[in-house]
């Protein structure tokens, strides 16, 4: 970690913490740690974590990271030709999603709210077209 300070509050010296991270990331905290790779440059850590999505994308879409990551992010992650997922499973996670960020911007959480806020990128455009059951 370039910076001199390790992400996630963890009491490790830089080179000692990007070790420690890539040991101990899994789909769980993939989606915690991915962005700090990204924000302090650590390539080889960045691609262990999208291997990890790729690989193991249900649980990791499943996990309390994903519904907090950023807009940017789910792009991303939406973008992959790779992930091991089940299109339905895809569209529950990001409808999840969806309903966390209507959430804490105080909108509604039902599925015409949704799809206003939705339609703002891409990616949530194609999650939620107009034939959609929500």
């Known amino acids: 970690m370039r910076s001199g300070l390790c992400p996630l509050h963890l009491p490790l010296p830089p080179p000692k ?22 924000k302090y440059e650590e390539k080889n850590l960045v691609d262990q974590c999208w291997e990890v999505i790729d690989k193991q994308t249900e649980e990791a879409l499943k996990s309390d990271g994903f519904a907090t990551i950023e807009r940017s992010l789910l792009e991303a992650v939406v973008a992959r030709e790779t992930l091991n997922i089940q299109e339905i499973e895809l569209f529950k996670a990001v409808n999840l999603w969806a309903t966390k960020r ?4 105080g909108l509604s959480t039902d599925g015409s709210e949704k799809k206003k ?8 455009r194609n999650t939620f077209s107009s034939d959609d059951p929500t």
């Not at 209507?102 to 911007?105: A, R």
């Open 17 to 38: 913490c990007a070790e420690y991270l890539q040991d101990n990331l899994d789909p769980p905290n993939v989606f915690d740690i991915l962005p700090q790779a990204q």
């Open 102 to 105: 209507c959430e804490e911007e």
């Open 117 to 124: 806020n939705s339609r703002r990128t891409d990616c949530e």
